[in-house]
């Protein structure tokens, strides 16, 4: 509780009185219950609605959709001490986009909609909510912007400059889809840096 208490507060740069957030993050943690996902298994599958949202603590996923050819195409990765939240949960319709496990992963598995008020009911979460809000908002004007006018290697290295955890982590084939390339062009490019060094 003590290290996710000074994550909050380093991450959205709350001043925030510990024992306040301690009792917050009590709170939170009474509406929720551990969910274990193993490596591989779909957390949510495309089609179904997001009725849960799950705050991961150990491990790390993937979101992904099939674009007009069938291909999956990975859209974000998500890891310890973030929420995997699809754009379901915001518009109540079925999920376009998949969730799936790309280790073991523990996770706090909530009721969407519970989360949601109990986060409108105490100012510094509706702060906390905002300033995520813009930082997701920020997070997707930036990647729209790199596929627009940067190259596949410039979009590399922002990656890893971003998710330095994340590449030993995932398969291969998921960051070169990620990144809007094939493996062998992500293989490519990595080779070409490695050369550089």
């Not at 290290?3 to 509406?31: M, P, S």
């Not at 079925?94 to 409108?120: C, P, Q, T």
Request: overall charge negative.
């Amino acid at each position: 509780m003590k290290e996710f208490i000074n994550i909050v507060k380093n991450k959205f740069d709350e001043d925030i009185n510990d024992n306040i957030l301690n009792n917050i993050l009590n709170n939170i943690k009474a509406l929720g219950k551990e969910k274990v996902f193993k490596k591989g298994e779909l957390i949510l599958r495309i089609g179904d609605p997001m009725r849960k949202t799950y705050f991961i603590l150990k491990g790390i996923a993937r979101s992904y959709y099939l674009d007009m050819q069938g291909n999956d195409v990975t859209k974000t990765f998500t890891k310890e001490y973030d929420f995997c939240i699809g754009e379901s949960l915001f518009t109540n319709s079925r999920s376009e986009e998949g969730f799936e496990a790309l280790e073991d992963i523990v996770a706090l598995e909530f009721d969407a909609r519970e989360l949601k008020e109990y986060f409108f009911s105490e100012k510094v979460l509706i702060d906390i909510y905002i300033k995520k809000l813009e930082e997701t908002l920020i997070y997707k004007m930036n990647r729209e912007n790199a596929f627009q006018i940067k190259s596949a290697t410039e979009r590399y290295l922002e990656f890893k400059r971003n998710h330095p955890d994340i590449e030993e982590r995932v398969n291969q084939a998921y960051i070169a889809s990620y990144l809007g390339i094939s493996p062998v062009s992500l293989s490519r490019i990595r080779r070409a840096i490695r050369d550089e060094y």
